[in-house]
């Protein structure tokens, strides 16, 4: 090792895991920022991105970070749905399009990206197609409200009958960072078959989730799961490293002869 790297600061080391300690003790956010919109390792760009709070950094991030990886990662804990239009407005990357249109719920948004020419042609379909993707949730909260119980059950029967399971899975899922999406792929789940394994993977996906909320209706959910296949999917989860402590969590709270032998294996 050269004199120079020796005084060189640790967040310019050419050793990433060096890097990837000095963004740990990092409290600076514009150096985070820098970090996560330029480090050529994707995990100090991640761990980067999860310590930026400054909503403007992360709006700078997700416009012109070089890599798509940190730029989806700063949409994911942008608050303002206002900013993420703005985003799509000016950038035209199709995944980080909708990885703003995922957290879009506000109707008036949606309907003026649907028809201001400004926006371009993909954006614009995105969000007419959003549109009527929400229409299922707000089904699935109307009848969800519902105070007989029993009448909610068959009503939401009949919305998973109408627009087809896996169609429906699909569509809530795009509103992942909405916690009314996560309690409708609940009542998804609960009624089996084939959609429910697809409402697991995208349940799965919102344990991932920045909002913490999110991340807890997500695991409130897939806690209730009792179909012995499900649990298998689940068990299958756990060799995700991401997903490895979560899943754990709730293979815990599973009353299950199958969650017991895993949790048992990992305890």
């Known amino acids: 090792m050269g004199l120079f790297e020796i005084f060189k600061p640790a967040y310019k ?35 980067a991105v999860l310590k930026v709070t400054d909503q403007q950094l992360l709006y700078n991030i997700a416009l012109d970070g070089k890599e798509i990886d940190a ?39 949606l309907q003026k990206i649907a028809y201001d020419t400004e926006y371009n042609m993909s954006a614009r379909r995105l969000a007419i197609e959003q549109f009527a993707d929400e229409a299922y949730l707000d089904a699935f909260e109307e009848k969800s ?22 169609e429906l899975v699909h569509a809530l899922g795009k509103f992942r960072g909405s916690k009314s999406a996560m309690q409708a792929l609940g009542e998804v789940l609960k009624r089996g078959g084939s959609a ?11 344990l991932l989730h920045a909002n913490p909320e999110i991340e807890q209706e997500a695991a409130k959910q897939l806690a209730a799961v009792k179909d012995a296949d499900l649990i298998t999917q689940l068990v299958r989860m756990i060799q995700n490293k991401e997903l490895h ?20 294996k990992y305890s």
């Open 145 to 166: 409200s519902s105070n007989k119980e029993s009448k909610s059950k068959e009503e939401i029967d009949a919305i998973i009958n109408k627009y087809g399971g896996a």
């Open 71 to 109: 730029r989806i990662a700063a949409v994911e804990q942008i608050e303002s749905q206002e900013k993420l239009a703005e985003i799509i407005k000016i950038r035209k990357n199709f995944q980080l399009m909708g990885a703003c249109f995922s957290k879009i719920t506000d109707k008036n948004i």
């Open 196 to 206: 429910a394994h697809s409402a697991v993977e995208q349940l799965a996906k919102g």
């Open 13 to 47: 080391s050419q050793n990433p895991e060096v890097r990837l300690e000095a963004v740990m003790a990092a409290a600076d956010q514009n150096l985070l920022a820098e970090l996560a919109a330029n480090d050529p390792s994707p995990r100090v760009r991640k761990a």
């Open 245 to 264: 402590d979560k899943i754990l969590g709730i293979l815990k709270q599973i009353d299950h002869d199958d969650a017991r032998e895993i949790v048992n």
